[in-house]
């Protein structure tokens, strides 16, 4: 699928939302078409795509057919297009994908196969907590997992820089010291019997 032809596509979903053909939110992409099929030329048939809420370029450049795509955002799907055929999967909760697709990730490695997951989030996301830790978790474990962080500068409507206080940047260095532990986990370490 060629840049025109994506373009085309969202172009023929916007008209269709305008002519009332789509009773539920849609989220169109644009502008983001040359980054997407560059990326896209890694991804593999057999890898996994874990996508957002504006997924439709993501559906399209896997493989998933037009018309099936098409199909689901009339029936009122664009938000979470799911095709389990194409290896495709969605969620419109911001940040939410992140440890469906970890634990998708960790699986592969269990069971030594060979595909890879691929995790697409916002910029908005991208600070959340949860990316951080499925992040951290995948470096730390190798999962064949790669995160894939779309920036237009936007969390929903407000500049994302705004809404976090600045720009994104590393965490200042905490305060860390090592000590042995006296007592268990819970309680003190001895069976009480109570009467």
């Known amino acids: 699928m060629d840049k025109q032809a994506l373009i085309d596509f969202e172009e023929e979903i916007k008209n269709l939302f305008l002519s009332a053909k789509i009773r539920a939110p849609v989220h169109l992409s644009g502008g983001n078409e040359d980054a997407l099929i560059d990326i896209f030329k890694q991804i593999k048939k057999k890898d996994w795509v874990f996508s957002t809420h504006r997924s439709h370029y993501h559906a399209l450049l896997k493989g998933i057919p037009m018309e099936w795509v098409k199909e689901q955002i009339l029936k009122g799907n664009s938000i979470h297009l799911m095709n389990r055929e194409h290896k495709?999967?969605?969620?419109?909760?911001?940040?939410?994908?992140?440890?469906?697709?970890?634990?998708?990730?960790?699986?592969?490695?269990?069971?030594?196969?060979?595909?890879?997951?691929?995790?697409?989030?916002?910029?908005?996301?991208?600070?959340?907590?949860?990316?951080?830790?499925?992040?951290?978790?995948?470096?730390?474990?190798?999962?064949?997992?790669?995160?894939?962080?779309?920036?237009?500068?936007?969390?929903?409507?407000?500049p994302t820089q705004e809404t976090w206080g600045g720009p994104s940047q590393p965490l200042p260095k905490p305060i860390r010291y090592k000590y042995t532990r006296i007592y268990p986990h819970i309680n003190v370490g001895e069976w009480v019997v109570f009467r």
């Open 88 to 158: 495709f999967f969605t969620s419109a909760i911001i940040g939410s994908i992140c440890p469906i697709a970890l634990g998708v990730a960790m699986a592969i490695k269990m069971n030594k196969g060979k595909e890879r997951v691929w995790v697409f989030v916002g910029d908005m996301a991208a600070e959340m907590g949860i990316f951080h830790e499925c992040y951290k978790y995948s470096l730390g474990h190798n999962l064949p997992v790669t995160f894939i962080i779309e920036d237009n500068g936007l969390s929903t409507n407000t």
